[in-house]
């Protein structure tokens, strides 16, 4: 059973440029979270969806930053015109269901220059 | 406000020797989970282990084990027989009834030495 997935796991972008994280839950996952961990900090959680509806985005800006989990396919977090601080390692977590222990994913490291 | 503590900043051990790392918490709420990951220096977060509020024993995975003592409200983590591979970074969690989120703690940065 793969675990949770997420690409790319470096993410190199300028100013004013859109970023995509993808994420693949772990296999019979129906609940993915969005967490951002800036360097040498905890995570902070951003959104929580299940398939095709968003749960909890109250810890994601309001601006420029939205997230997916489409019917088909993976998660989708999406950043438009990156500031640099945007930049940070963010995590993709599954469970099976609420409250259940929640498997992290490599971590996308997005660098804004 | 729920809120995860962990008060040290870093931590060394002997190689062989047991450590316990600290993690408090703070919420009203009579039901939530209390979790530890483990972030390597390669940066993936590993499940280490999990502690319902209801749950009479302490949890144990191997050399991991979970001193919870729910009225100090405090979920230390214990690893026994430390080994070079345990230094890593080292989080607290906790997941709340009804907010199924987990919050995290600053962390706790373990160094076992040889």
């Known amino acids: 059973n793969a675990g949770v997935m997420q690409n790319p796991r470096h993410l190199v972008r300028r100013r004013g440029q859109e970023a995509r994280l993808r994420c693949s839950p772990m296999?019979?996952?129906?609940?993915v979270y969005w967490y951002r961990q800036l360097p040498e900090e905890g995570l902070k959680f951003m959104v929580y969806l299940q398939k095709e509806n968003i749960i909890d985005e109250s810890g994601m800006p309001k601006e420029r930053f939205s997230a997916e989990f489409p019917k088909e396919g993976p998660s989708i977090l999406r950043i438009q015109q990156v500031v640099r601080g945007d930049s940070a390692a963010y995590f993709c977590?599954?469970?099976?269901?609420?409250?259940?222990?929640?498997?992290f994913g490599p971590g996308t490291r997005l660098l804004v220059l | 406000a729920q809120k995860i503590t962990q008060t040290q900043p870093g931590m060394f051990v002997q190689e062989k020797e047991a450590v316990t790392l600290d993690c408090t918490y703070d919420?009203?709420?009579?039901?939530?989970?209390l979790f530890w990951y483990k972030q390597p220096s390669s940066g993936e977060m590993i499940f280490l282990i999990y502690?319902?509020?209801?749950?009479?024993q302490n949890a144990t995975e191997g050399r991991y084990s979970l001193n919870f003592q729910k009225a100090r409200k405090s979920a230390n983590l214990v690893i026994s027989a430390s080994q070079l591979g345990d230094s890593a970074m080292y989080f607290c969690?906790?997941?709340?009834?009804?907010?199924?989120?987990?919050?995290f703690g600053k962390g706790t940065r373990l160094s076992v030495i040889a």
């Open positions: 502690q319902g509020s209801y749950d009479e």
């Open positions: 969690a906790m997941s709340f009834s009804g907010n199924t989120p987990l919050v």
């Open positions: 977590a599954s469970s099976p269901q609420v409250e259940e222990t929640q498997y």
């Open positions: 296999k019979g996952h129906s609940h």
């Open positions: 919420t009203s709420d009579q039901s939530y989970g």
